[in-house]
């Protein structure tokens, strides 16, 4: 570890140096502009057929939309491969959602990771010290084998869905051929891995395949070194975030070694680092709308229209400022249109922060009530569609539309008492305040301390099974991911025979029977409404983890409290922002539950048979937001093995590539899908011929 | 933290079927006449093994369970899950043995991995999921001999 603090270098929170060095001696642009590698609209008039009406802004080999795991993986390539590239995102800072993420990257193959694991080896810098956690067996892979895998149709879920047999196959093949490279690539740009322990939901349950990032706790953040400091870490103080991690990091000892702490933020800003050190060009606040092709739908992609899309502090009021600043393009024009010599990149994330869009898939979720995962960190329009909306609109094709209803998409948090309840978040970042509060999260524990009610009013659900999700295929026998003491067969008729599958079906519906039609629902949206979790003092005092105060509750909307039920539901229908109707049936079921809980029978869900009831009767009384999320994105743009996006008719749309949750045919959830991905496209997005 | 090897993982067809047959008599307490039944509350582990066990759950449980062992995942890419520890745990478990929550534990879990601890660590997990459940601790070391863990009973708490 000594050998890696004697580097010399710049804590992270500085500015890398070597940005831009080449660009500003070939473009002569002024030192200190982050524009330097970009033209300037003059330099960038000459215009081809299609596209002679259009005024350039700017002028790059390859645009990359979204600077998250694809996009900031694509950007990278590509500018190793000597393209200039640009990296335009909506938001105030780079990451996307891997910057929440649990940085659990699954690939395979026989990537060098799992070759480390099964040697036994550490890693160069010798931070992983902990042994092997799977048995080299369990780590024996090849791309033939992760292709079955990721391409098994007899692998169902527990849920009933079959979530490798949709899978796009041209592309998922070029994605377990490029596993390996892009595991390598990861390593090579700073990112740092703990041991193999097991495999991401979708990708493949033969063998371990998936790893933590981690950063060691340091001194000071200084990513070269791999070290953060614990306040950037967030484990300093139980209930502070920081500006670096959205995400608390977690204690990783165990797959690393002691003082390792883990998260997308040990990925993410990793990454970052790197692409702004290389010379990647970075627009934040700049929102990608459409894409400018030669003819409607014929035609070379010549480059995008973006408009700006300042974040504003939620309590200064002034633009937010991203963690680093070094590449940055500070442009505040309304509309800019980008030329791309060489090639777009679609990676701005998926369509889950879209209810119009993800209505598509379920209508219930129309419903605007319940946000996106991270919908705080991304703001408004974080997961919209953009990519979707824009391929769309010059003719792509759209892949995996049936792959979203698999249960594992949208689901119900046991966070409570917060909008942006998939994640958590202290006060320390920059977008807390929109979130206003942590939430309780109750764990699934927490579900019988409480009923739960639609807005009506009415209970819907037995609470106990009302957070449940189905879960990841199995093979018979409970092999779920690599257990030598299994046989593991792929392709095999017996892993979906009718027995196993009447064993392993657990998915109750709870999130169905929330979001149906209620007698607050009205035409022509119907939409069901927010959730809330009722209970009284007595709860309070029982557990002890609930802590009903900032920052885990807020006067935000979504934590309300009263003396009476009465007065409860009118405070809530007065300040929760999509209580559209009274809670006109709350004191009565509030009675009708106090009825069940002395006779000790729930005649309505049977909740006596899945744990205690307990009264709601001392007051004060309280009502949390029960939020629906919905993460995954596994629908979307049509791509071949090249991440080049396809027509409708099967043809390449030249000069377009895409990556990550813009991209439909893959339900595998996580990073693993999105790097790869960009990976391959920033690799083919550089080798386009200039335009 | 103390560097201590890690257990590999053993896992022959032998333990499979044995622990399938555990999760199919789950319920069932394998006593005999011979056998004295134990209590959790007899101080059946150790206060240093409980901390040892504090140190593998993070990465093998806490991701899912959560760091109050409570069924809230510390990674919100995880699922929620039941809870490990405290009063609904001993609720959930209560009149089966820890060689069933042994077994059980051991083939089925973590989810996305069964088998990441080994025998040792993984007795000292269940040590720790004791202490965190309010069940005393004792002198002597909960081992990872199913047949001794059978004969452990599980009780809810007062």
Same mark, same amino acid.
């Given at each position: 570890?000594?050998?890696?603090?004697?580097?010399?270098?710049?804590?992270?929170?500085?500015?890398?140096?070597?940005?831009?060095?080449?660009?500003?001696?070939?473009?002569?642009?002024?030192?200190?502009?982050?524009?330097?590698?970009?033209?300037?609209?003059?330099?960038?008039?000459?215009?081809?057929?299609?596209? =002679?009406?259009?005024?350039?802004?700017?002028?790059?080999?390859?645009?990359?939309?979204?600077?998250?795991?694809?996009?900031?993986?694509?950007?990278?390539? &590509?500018?190793?491969?000597?393209?200039?590239?640009?990296?335009?995102?909506?938001?105030?800072?780079?990451?996307?959602?891997?910057?929440?993420?649990?940085?659990?990257?699954?690939?395979?193959?026989?990537?060098?990771?799992?070759?480390?694991?099964?040697?036994?080896?550490?890693?160069?810098?010798?931070?992983?010290?902990?042994?092997?956690?799977?048995?080299?067996?369990?780590?024996?892979?090849?791309?033939?084998?992760?292709?079955?895998?990721?391409?098994?149709?007899?692998?169902?879920?527990?849920?009933?869905?079959?979530?490798?047999?949709?899978?796009?196959?041209?592309?998922?093949?070029?994605?377990?051929?490029?596993?390996?490279?892009?595991?390598?690539?990861?390593?090579?740009?700073?990112?740092?891995?703990?041991?193999?322990?097991?495999?991401?939901?979708?990708?493949?349950?033969?063998?371990?395949?998936?790893?933590?990032?981690?950063?060691?706790?340091?001194?000071?953040?200084?990513?070269?070194?791999?070290?953060?400091? &614990?306040?950037?870490?967030?484990?300093?103080?139980?209930?502070?975030?920081?500006?670096?991690?959205?995400?608390?990091?977690?204690?990783?000892?165990?797959?690393?070694?002691?003082?390792?702490?883990?998260?997308?933020?040990?990925?993410?800003?990793?990454?970052?680092?790197?692409?702004?050190?290389?010379?990647?060009?970075?627009?934040?606040?700049?929102?990608?709308?459409?894409?400018?092709?030669?003819?409607?739908?014929?035609?070379?992609?010549?480059?995008?229209?973006?408009?700006?899309?300042?974040?504003?502090?939620?309590?200064?009021?002034?633009?937010?400022?991203?963690?680093?600043?070094?590449?940055?393009?500070?442009?505040?024009?309304?509309?800019?249109?980008?030329?791309?010599?060489?090639?777009?990149?679609?990676?701005?994330?998926? !369509?889950?922060?879209?209810?119009?869009?993800?209505?598509?898939?379920?209508?219930?979720?129309?419903?605007?009530?319940?946000?996106?995962?991270?919908?705080?960190?991304?703001?408004?329009?974080?997961?919209?569609?953009?990519?979707?909306?824009?391929?769309? @609109?010059?003719?792509?094709?759209?892949?995996?539309?049936?792959?979203?209803?698999?249960?594992?998409?949208? !689901?119900?948090?046991?966070?409570?008492?917060?909008?942006?309840?998939?994640?958590?978040?202290?006060?320390?970042?920059?977008?807390?305040?929109?979130?206003?509060?942590?939430?309780?999260?109750?764990?699934?524990?927490?579900?019988?301390?409480?009923? &739960?009610?639609?807005?009506?009013?009415? @209970?819907?659900?037995?609470?106990?099974?009302?957070?449940? @999700?189905?879960?990841?295929?199995?093979?018979?026998?409970?092999?779920?991911?690599?257990?030598?003491?299994?046989?593991?067969?792929?392709?095999?008729?017996?892993?979906?025979?009718?027995?196993?599958?009447?064993?392993?079906?657990?998915?109750?519906?709870?999130?169905?029977?929330?979001?149906?039609?209620?007698?607050?629902?009205?035409?022509?949206?119907?939409?069901?409404?927010?959730?809330?979790?009722?209970?009284?003092?007595?709860?309070?005092?029982?557990?002890?983890?609930?802590?009903?105060?900032?920052?885990?509750?807020?006067?935000?909307?979504?934590?309300?409290?009263?003396?009476?039920?009465?007065?409860?539901?009118?405070?809530?229908?007065?300040?929760? =922002?999509?209580?559209?109707?009274?809670?006109?049936?709350?004191?009565?079921?509030?009675?009708?539950?106090?009825?069940?809980?002395?006779?000790?029978?729930?005649?309505?869900?049977?909740?006596?048979?899945?744990?205690?009831?307990?009264?709601?009767?001392?007051?004060?009384? !309280?009502?949390?937001?029960?939020?629906?999320?919905?993460?995954?994105?596994?629908?979307?743009?049509?791509?071949?093995?090249?991440?080049?996006?396809?027509?409708?008719?099967?043809?390449?749309?030249?000069?377009?590539?895409?990556?990550?949750?813009?991209?439909?045919?893959?339900?595998?959830?996580?990073?693993?899908?999105? !790097?790869?991905?960009?990976?391959?496209?920033?690799?083919?997005?550089?080798?386009?011929?200039?335009? | 933290?103390?560097?201590?090897?890690?257990?590999?993982?053993?896992?022959?067809?032998?333990?499979?079927?044995?622990?399938?047959?555990?999760?199919?008599?789950?319920?069932?307490?394998?006593?005999?006449?011979?056998?004295?039944?134990?209590?959790?509350?007899?101080?059946?582990?150790?206060?240093?093994?409980?901390?040892?066990?504090?140190?593998?759950?993070?990465?093998?449980?806490?991701?899912?369970?959560?760091?109050?062992?409570?069924?809230?995942?510390?990674?919100?890419?995880?699922?929620?899950?039941?809870?490990?520890?405290?009063?609904?745990?001993?609720?959930?478990?209560?009149?089966?043995?820890?060689?069933?929550?042994?077994?059980?534990?051991?083939?089925?879990?973590?989810?996305?991995?069964?088998?990441?601890?080994?025998?040792?660590?993984?007795?000292?997990?269940?040590?720790?999921?004791?202490?965190?459940?309010?069940?005393?601790?004792?002198?002597?070391?909960?081992?990872?001999?199913?047949?001794?863990?059978?004969?452990?009973?599980?009780?809810?708490?007062?």
């Amino acid at each position: 570890m000594a050998k890696h603090r004697e580097k010399k270098q710049k804590s992270a929170g500085q500015e890398p140096q070597g940005v831009s060095r080449r660009h500003f001696v070939t473009t002569g642009a002024a030192a200190g502009l982050g524009a330097a590698a970009l033209l300037g609209a003059d330099d960038a008039s000459a215009q081809r057929r299609g596209g =002679e009406d259009i005024e350039w802004h700017y002028e790059v080999d390859v645009i990359v939309c979204g600077g998250g795991c694809a996009g900031l993986t694509a950007a990278i390539r &590509a500018r190793d491969l000597g393209a200039e590239v640009l990296v335009v995102d909506q938001n105030f800072d780079l990451g996307g959602r891997m910057l929440h993420s649990g940085a659990f990257v699954s690939l395979g193959g026989g990537d060098p990771l799992q070759l480390r694991d099964m040697r036994g080896e550490s890693d160069k810098e010798g931070f992983v010290t902990a042994a092997p956690v799977q048995e080299p067996a369990e780590l024996d892979d090849n791309v033939d084998l992760l292709f079955r895998d990721i391409t098994d149709w007899s692998i169902v879920d527990s849920g009933g869905g079959a979530p490798y047999r949709f899978n796009e196959r041209e592309m998922v093949r070029a994605w377990a051929e490029n596993c390996g490279a892009t595991r390598q690539f990861l390593i090579d740009n700073y990112v740092r891995f703990g041991r193999v322990n097991g495999t991401h939901v979708g990708g493949g349950i033969s063998r371990a395949r998936g790893a933590n990032c981690f950063l060691m706790l340091g001194d000071k953040t200084d990513i070269k070194a791999g070290t953060v400091t &614990a306040e950037d870490a967030g484990v300093a103080d139980r209930e502070r975030s920081s500006a670096f991690a959205p995400v608390q990091m977690t204690n990783s000892d165990r797959t690393v070694s002691a003082g390792a702490v883990a998260n997308g933020a040990a990925l993410a800003r990793s990454i970052e680092f790197s692409a702004r050190e290389k010379g990647v060009q970075i627009m934040l606040f700049r929102h990608f709308d459409e894409l400018l092709r030669e003819e409607p739908f014929t035609g070379r992609i010549l480059g995008i229209k973006a408009h700006y899309s300042p974040r504003l502090h939620p309590e200064t009021g002034e633009r937010m400022v991203s963690y680093w600043q070094n590449g940055n393009v500070d442009e505040r024009r309304e509309v800019i249109n980008i030329r791309a010599r060489k090639a777009v990149v679609l990676a701005s994330g998926g !369509h889950a922060g879209n209810p119009t869009v993800r209505s598509m898939f379920y209508p219930a979720l129309r419903e605007p009530a319940f946000p996106t995962s991270g919908n705080s960190l991304q703001g408004e329009h974080g997961q919209d569609a953009s990519a979707m909306i824009a391929g769309l @609109r010059v003719g792509a094709a759209l892949a995996g539309m049936q792959q979203n209803p698999t249960g594992l998409t949208y !689901h119900i948090s046991t966070r409570l008492g917060t909008r942006d309840a998939y994640t958590t978040m202290m006060p320390g970042h920059p977008t807390f305040g929109l979130r206003g509060s942590a939430g309780v999260n109750v764990g699934t524990a927490g579900f019988e301390e409480f009923i &739960a009610v639609n807005q009506v009013g009415k @209970r819907f659900f037995n609470e106990v099974r009302l957070s449940g @999700r189905p879960g990841g295929g199995q093979y018979p026998g409970r092999g779920v991911v690599p257990n030598p003491g299994l046989e593991h067969k792929p392709y095999d008729w017996h892993n979906c025979a009718e027995d196993w599958l009447r064993t392993t079906y657990s998915y109750n519906h709870g999130l169905d029977a929330a979001l149906a039609i209620n007698e607050g629902s009205e035409p022509p949206d119907y939409y069901s409404g927010p959730l809330w979790a009722i209970f009284d003092q007595d709860t309070v005092e029982r557990n002890a983890n609930w802590q009903l105060r900032f920052p885990y509750v807020a006067d935000n909307g979504y934590y309300f409290s009263a003396n009476t039920i009465e007065e409860l539901a009118a405070k809530i229908e007065a300040g929760h =922002e999509y209580q559209r109707v009274p809670l006109r049936y709350l004191a009565e079921t509030v009675g009708k539950w106090n009825g069940y809980v002395d006779a000790g029978k729930d005649p309505d869900f049977e909740r006596e048979t899945d744990g205690d009831m307990h009264r709601i009767a001392r007051a004060p009384f !309280h009502a949390l937001a029960i939020m629906v999320i919905w993460h995954d994105s596994f629908g979307g743009l049509r791509c071949n093995g090249k991440q080049q996006v396809v027509d409708m008719q099967g043809q390449v749309i030249p000069g377009l590539y895409a990556g990550g949750e813009a991209v439909g045919g893959f339900s595998k959830h996580g990073l693993g899908k999105g !790097h790869v991905q960009g990976f391959i496209a920033g690799t083919n997005a550089a080798a386009e011929p200039d335009a | 933290m103390p560097e201590r090897p890690v257990a590999r993982p053993v896992r022959s067809a032998r333990m499979i079927g044995m622990a399938l047959s555990a999760l199919g008599l789950a319920t069932a307490i394998p006593a005999t006449a011979d056998d004295a039944m134990a209590s959790i509350r007899a101080g059946v582990y150790t206060e240093a093994q409980a901390n040892r066990g504090a140190y593998s759950y993070p990465v093998a449980c806490g991701k899912c369970h959560g760091y109050l062992l409570d069924g809230a995942p510390d990674d919100p890419d995880m699922f929620s899950t039941p809870p490990i520890g405290g009063p609904k745990f001993l609720r959930n478990w209560k009149g089966r043995s820890l060689g069933a929550l042994f077994e059980y534990t051991k083939t089925t879990m973590p989810f996305n991995n069964p088998g990441f601890l080994g025998d040792q660590e993984l007795a000292d997990v269940l040590a720790y999921m004791l202490q965190q459940s309010g069940a005393p601790a004792g002198e002597v070391e909960l081992r990872p001999d199913p047949e001794r863990l059978g004969r452990i009973l599980i009780e809810a708490g007062s």
